[in-house]
């Protein structure tokens, strides 16, 4: 059964913390993902990487950084927390394209991240 | 720019009828399309695709339809069920895959016993 486990449910930290999300995948799949959901905005890409130690931004990078020394491990790094990170955070994970169309990204629970 | 729209942000049905959750988009080389259900304090989980080539897809209670022409799409649930309560997500592709989606904002759906 296809899994994405997320480090921690619920996260508190405090204005300028450094902050790690872990996120792990037992899949094997070469590409994964991290979003922030928050209310009236939908799922916002904020990095991804398509193979180990590669990294892409997405379309909302600032402020985050990320980490993939393992293919089964792609880390999300808040280097100062700041009160508008407060949010949702999912990992997700893929394959490449198989051309058949059925392909899918799977979620982690998400990790809700309060900043104060 | 929003390049998938999910222009209602809440839908509420009866139990037993139809929910239709509506999904737009902009870009053209789109050719892969995905709805995913969410609910509260867990991770969104996919719920059924559709590619270009086609204009319908089922899967039990689920039917996804693509009108390519209007650029829009549409997720039918029937008959619907108080479990099916939670937001809907239409999500995008132009890679003929999951590489990189491009998400809606989500439509919360509420169905009434």
């Known amino acids: 059964d296809v899994k994405v486990t997320q480090s921690s449910r619920y996260l508190v930290k405090r204005t300028g913390e450094k902050v790690f999300l872990e996120c792990v995948q037992d899949m094997d799949h070469e590409n994964m993902f991290w979003y922030r959901q928050d209310p009236g905005l939908g799922l916002r890409l904020i990095y991804f990487s398509y193979d180990v130690k590669m990294k892409e931004k997405g379309d909302i990078p600032e402020g985050y950084s990320v980490s993939r020394e393992k293919k089964e491990r792609f880390s999300l790094i808040l280097e100062s927390a700041s009160t508008n990170q407060t949010s949702m955070y999912l990992c997700?994970?893929?394959?490449?394209?198989?051309?058949?169309?059925?392909?899918?990204?799977?979620f982690g629970p998400g990790t809700r991240l309060t900043v104060l | 720019d929003q390049q998938v729209k999910q222009n209602s942000p809440s839908l509420s049905v009866q139990e037993g009828r139809i929910s239709i959750l509506n999904c737009d988009y902009t870009n053209s080389m789109f050719d892969y399309f995905l709805w995913y259900k969410k609910y509260p304090a867990e991770g969104p989980t996919f719920l059924i695709s559709?590619?270009?080539?086609?204009d319908k897809n089922e899967d039990g209670r689920f039917t996804v339809f693509l009108n390519k022409s209007a650029k829009h799409l549409s997720l039918h649930i029937v008959p619907s069920q108080p479990g099916d309560s939670a937001v809907y997500f239409c999500a995008a592709s132009a890679e003929g895959g999951s590489e990189k989606l491009v998400f809606g904002k989500g439509t919360k759906l509420t169905v009434n016993p």
């Open positions: 997700a994970s893929s394959s490449p394209p198989g051309g058949s169309y059925t392909d899918t990204q799977y």
């Open positions: 559709i590619s270009s080539i086609k």
